[in-house]
């Protein structure tokens, strides 16, 4: 009997995604007891729709550009499947994996992802039907427990950094500039956010960096902006979306600065920046500016690291090498065994530990309840180490695109 | 009597101005009829706070760094000059162009600067003092007149042209997704915004193009992002934020979304791209994210333009040695002389033909009012080719900035 290997993408994208989706093929293309390589379109949607497609079919040097094209190649997916397993769609899932023979399924994704894959392999389980899951972190976020980092963390982090460092010289070029309020994604954690810290290596990081870890004190916020604008003339903030204040609501649905925001929509298009932005405005007049990175922070493969390129593409060849050995039902973790010179080790996570969980930073890191410490520094700064040189053609990322 | 240098840096900030400053420094070095070379800080605000520093003091190594640092390395000033050249601010400067012995000044700015190298040039004369006045252009909105281009602009728009791929890879991933609105900057001309097209040459550039050369017009709009919207399930804007409607009003400043605009500062806060969101969500009820590029389109120094870097470090040698020649009161300009292979040669232009005056694209560069077409690519391609290998300490660039 044919045994294939089905790998999928799910979750929001990040600039190393595709470096595990090469790792997987090109580890997979090695070992005889995987017949054929499938790829599902748009995660586990494309076993519902069919949209299955060979991989061992695209040109292998369009292949290789995976390893710095940003976002899913295959495409992704936000689907939850159901709690209840006699779901009449785990029996559609199971009928194309019978169709497709597919024994084994490698899921990249992230906390979401992962709840796919521990119900997937507890059906397989019930059904009797022989396909190990297994699956491969994936999150800009790093929001996964047990793993040391996740891939995709790396990358964005030094994004980030380097871009807090543009502009803080940016801003810094007038005697009198404004307030500056950096909004980086992140809903309920702050590592992302924590990532601007770094630039301060350089004397380029922001004054003050608010997480969603410690509760948001406005009134302790505009009086920090006041004394460092009074001091600097110019104020550099970096804000995680989730912040919340202390009773636990996000200060970004604050309406007290947004009247009718149903009616306008604010609540949805606008970001805590902005509400920030209008709060320092309107208590202390001071010229104010919001910057949101948006979605560079996710794709920028211009400032990939290439620790995290390489650990995203081991990934992927592990989680082969794994459930070829019998692994299923685990996600692939890094374990930091050294910090100088840093190294990690690949290991097997069971998925009930992982899925729906959320790390967060330890309040040990966190230091004046708006800026990080040695702590954090000494673990995100291996992360960023490295760079990729980028093909280039015409002055423009030479990228792959699967065609579908 | 000894003759000495001064150069400044006024307006906005780029990401080659101080490769411009290092041209200057590096070739008046090499002068023997140059004794000392001055930085006045914060553009001509440093003669009148008598900030005045001595370049020849700086590290030469530390000074190679400006060749890729972003921002003013001398600071910088938005200030323009009394009309009235009997005022007494002009006395104050001749002062100090006086006590620091100052008989070549060189201005390195966009519009607004040349304003004050055409006033100072007119002052000078006017009192009869030996000091000669030439401007070096810098802008990455590229709407200097008569110059094929200024200095800025071709980092600008490689910055906006593969951030935008990287979006198209980014918002692509999803079967269905948003209407993707990204404002560019641009008040008066469209010229960064047309920057997004060359992504169109990776298929990977924008659906539409709006720029303030164009009227908006909102049912026209709203039309084409329901038919590409159903067709592709997302769609990708570019917009500049200075796109005016018929009547010349801004559609920034268009109240019919927000109401209340000036209690709550939208005006000031908010931009093109939001108040395009709220309409497509609230005629067309599309899911729709708004992206505004904010200030990194004028600090990414990991995406310069070896062309343009190249030539923004030439200009300022060009001036070094114009003005030892005694060219006064005009500004460095490039004429493109051949296209295949793209070639410049550097000019002087009278300032009056210069200052206060906006350059836009060609109506003929322009199609079906959202896009632009292949004369325009034909002239920007050249414009961001090669690359520059930044130096990494630690995975942050390597930045240099003047001790003050």
Known sequence: MEKNLLVAQSGGPTAVINASLLGVIQEAWKQKTVHQIYGSMHG???????????????NPSDLEKLYYTPSAALGSVRRCLPQDLSHPLYHQLLQQFQKYQIHYFLYIGG??????????????????YPCLVLGIP??????????????????????IANTIQEIHFDISCYQRGRVNIVEIMGRDSGWLTAGSKLA??????????????????EKSFLKKVQQLYQKQQQVLICVSEGIKDKTGKYVMEQSAYFEDND??????????????????????????RAIELNLCQRCASHFLSKTDVTEAYQAGV?????????????????????????QITYACIPIEQIANQVSYIPSSWIQDDCDLNEKFIHYALPLIQGEITLPYHNG?????????
């Open 44 to 58: 586990i949607d494309g076993l519902f729709n069919d949209q299955i497609i060979n991989l061992k079919k695209i």
């Open 111 to 128: 906390n979401d992802s992962m709840d796919t894959v521990l119900k997937l392999n507890q059906f397989f389980k019930k059904v009797n």
């Open 138 to 159: 994936k999150t800009i976020d790093n929001d996964l427990v047990i793993t040391d980092h996740a891939p995709g963390y790396g990358s964005a982090i030094k994004y």
């Open 200 to 217: 301060c290596l350089n004397q380029a990081g922001p004054d003050l960096i608010y997480l969603p870890e410690v509760a948001f004190d």
């Open 263 to 288: 009616v306008f929509g604010h609540l949805q298009l606008g970001g805590v920046a902005k509400v920030l932005s209008h709060l320092v405005k309107k208590e202390l007049n001071l010229p104010v």
């Open 318 to 342: 592990q989680a082969v090498q794994l459930i070829l050995n019998g692994h299923t039902g685990e996600m692939i973790a890094f374990k930091r065994v050294n910090q100088q010179p840093y």
């Open 396 to 404: 423009l990322i030479d990228f792959y695109s699967i065609k579908k």
